[in-house]
């Protein structure tokens, strides 16, 4: 996985924001491959969970893309 973007270091809320938004599509690929290997090996417990949080990761993304979308 690679390095997680600061987003404190670009200049503008919308620079912010797509660096975001690049980070939360990072991070729900990589989740995804996760709770892949957890089905594979049949923990349905913890795919269940793991799905709770891509599902949140999902509407954080959606949130901040609409909020970048209305400036």
Do not use: F, H, P, R
């Amino acid at each position: 996985m690679s390095k997680i973007v600061n987003i404190n270091t670009t200049s503008t809320k919308e620079e912010q924001l797509k660096d975001l938004i690049t980070s939360i599509q990072q991070v729900k690929d990589s989740l995804v491959n996760i709770l892949d290997e957890y089905e594979e090996d049949g923990e349905a417990d913890k795919a269940d969970t793991l799905t709770e949080a891509l599902d949140a990761l999902e509407d954080a993304y959606d949130v901040v893309n609409d909020v970048l979308l209305d400036d």
